[in-house]
């Protein structure tokens, strides 16, 4: 089973910044990445898939980097509709896994 | 505009049944897997189940392995999760997701959840 770790766990940050959140997995998953975006009583929206590929209507701020075991989703100016919680998924090996997720609050 | 709408949660008491449903419309079911995924209160996302486009192929996490049964009527644009023998550790929001391609390729479009709670 593929374990994903995110980091950090709460990532603090003030609008119009920059914020970086990362996501290691236990082994390789080559670019079988994907990235979504979860708000309080919603379903999860896909932002990134194959590591960084944005999804239909995402905007370009959101970006996706890294392949093997090392991800990156970097969202290059926050807005006030961006503070949420974040989740990378591996969708190469079966059983699929998640992350545990990063909660991008406001400073 | 792809929508899907989940149903059939509620509360059950353990070793209760349950069977979920999620209505499909907006796409052509019939040529996309489909994946359960649940979150327990206050956690992340678990995922749970996933079926191939024509239904041919299913998978599940070891943790619902022999208790849960994925299942689709691709003639009424439907995804079913049929929840048996149901643990304390079962109690979620269960949500349905179209894959974006014929299995395992990421998920682009979720339900709303349906939330399952098992206590006596």
């Known amino acids: 089973e593929i374990v994903m770790t995110q980091s950090p766990a709460t990532l603090s940050v003030s609008p119009g910044e920059r914020a970086t959140l990362s996501c290691r997995a236990s082994?390789?998953?080559?670019?079988?990445l994907a990235w979504y975006q979860q708000k309080p009583g919603q379903g999860p929206r896909l932002l990134i898939y194959?590591?960084?590929t944005r999804a239909t209507d995402i905007p370009a701020r959101f970006s996706g980097s890294g392949s093997g075991t090392e991800f990156t989703l970097t969202i290059s100016s926050l807005q006030s509709e961006d503070f949420a919680v974040y989740y990378c998924?591996?969708?190469?090996?079966?059983?699929?896994?998640f992350g545990g997720g990063t909660k991008v609050e406001i400073k | 505009e792809v929508q899907l709408l989940e149903s059939g949660g509620g509360l059950v008491q353990p070793g209760g049944s349950l069977r979920l449903s999620c209505a499909a419309s907006g796409f052509t079911f019939s040529s996309y897997a489909m994946t359960w995924v649940r979150q327990a209160p206050g956690k992340g996302l678990e995922w749970v189940s996933s079926i191939s486009d024509r239904g041919g192929s299913t998978f599940y996490a070891d943790s619902v392995k022999g208790r849960f049964t994925i299942s689709r009527d691709n003639s009424k644009n439907t995804l079913y999760l049929q929840l048996n023998s149901l643990r304390a550790e079962d109690t979620a929001v269960y949500y349905c997701?179209?894959?974006?391609?014929?299995?395992?390729?990421?998920?682009?479009?979720w339900g709303q959840g349906t939330l399952v709670t098992v206590s006596s």
């Open positions: 082994q390789s998953v080559s670019n079988n």
């Open positions: 997701a179209k894959d974006r391609g014929i299995i395992a390729a990421g998920f682009d479009y």
């Open positions: 194959g590591a960084s």
């Open positions: 998924h591996q969708y190469n090996n079966w059983p699929l896994s």
